[in-house]
């Protein structure tokens, strides 16, 4: 029985010294951002990779589009 309870004393140890260092490891908390309905949807839209995706393959469809109609513009 004397091994147990070394064990858990070390255990016990072991917990002690690791709890301070977690707990003074969280982040602070944020601060509050207070947005407007507008003001949040705005974001979402600006910050979203599959909304950012489809915005560049627009832009780049249309200049295609402006570099095939250029091929039936006169030069003189």
């Known amino acids: 029985m004397n091994i147990v309870w070394t064990i858990r004393a070390?255990?016990?140890?072991?917990?002690a010294m690791l709890l301070?260092?977690?707990v003074?490891?969280?982040?602070?908390?944020?601060q509050k951002l207070e947005l407007t309905l507008?003001?949040?949807v705005?974001?979402?839209?600006?910050?979203?990779?599959?909304l950012a995706i489809v915005r560049l393959d627009t832009e780049a469809d249309a200049a295609r589009v402006g570099e095939a109609r250029g091929a039936y513009a006169p030069v003189f």
Do not use: C, H, K
């Open 42 to 50: 705005r974001r979402a839209v600006e910050r979203n990779p599959d």
């Open 38 to 40: 507008d003001d949040a």
């Open 24 to 30: 003074g490891a969280q982040p602070e908390p944020q």
């Open 10 to 15: 070390a255990a016990l140890t072991a917990v």
């Open 20 to 22: 301070p260092s977690a």
